[in-house]
């Protein structure tokens, strides 16, 4: 998990704001579907290190960025182009979807 960062309320909105490209997955600890999808966020961080930054929003320690992006279920994942949210999907998918997910153009 080295290239998979663990964000919480204090630096969320400065780490997804940088520029270029975000992976959020919104998570629990409670949550079985999240540990199922570990393996697969780990090796699509190790694939698209340099294009893609991966983190983990623990939603029980970060409540507040949970609530104020409106994550009401988890995984979560939300991706983010340069501060901005640009897709979102919810629930455990195959790699494949979330490969399509990173990778879907953002319109200007």
């Known amino acids: 998990?080295?290239?998979?960062?663990?964000?919480?309320?204090?630096?969320?909105?400065?780490?997804?704001?940088?520029?270029?490209?975000?992976?959020?997955?919104?998570?629990?600890?409670?949550?079985?579907?999240?540990?199922?999808?570990?393996?697969?966020?780990?090796?699509?961080?190790?694939?698209?290190?340099?294009?893609?930054?991966?983190?983990?929003?623990?939603?029980?320690?970060?409540?507040?960025t949970a609530a104020s992006l409106g994550v009401r279920g988890a995984p979560t994942f939300i991706v983010f182009e340069d501060g901005r949210e640009i897709a979102r999907q919810l629930g455990a998918v195959p790699p494949t979807v979330l490969r399509a997910l990173v990778d879907r153009p953002h319109a200007a």
């Open 1 to 64: 998990m080295k290239n998979v960062m663990d964000v919480d309320d204090a630096s969320f909105e400065t780490w997804v704001r940088q520029p270029g490209r975000v992976l959020v997955e919104v998570s629990g600890k409670w949550c079985g579907p999240c540990r199922q999808m570990k393996p697969i966020l780990d090796r699509l961080a190790d694939e698209r290190v340099g294009s893609l930054r991966v983190g983990i929003l623990d939603m029980d320690e970060a409540p507040a």
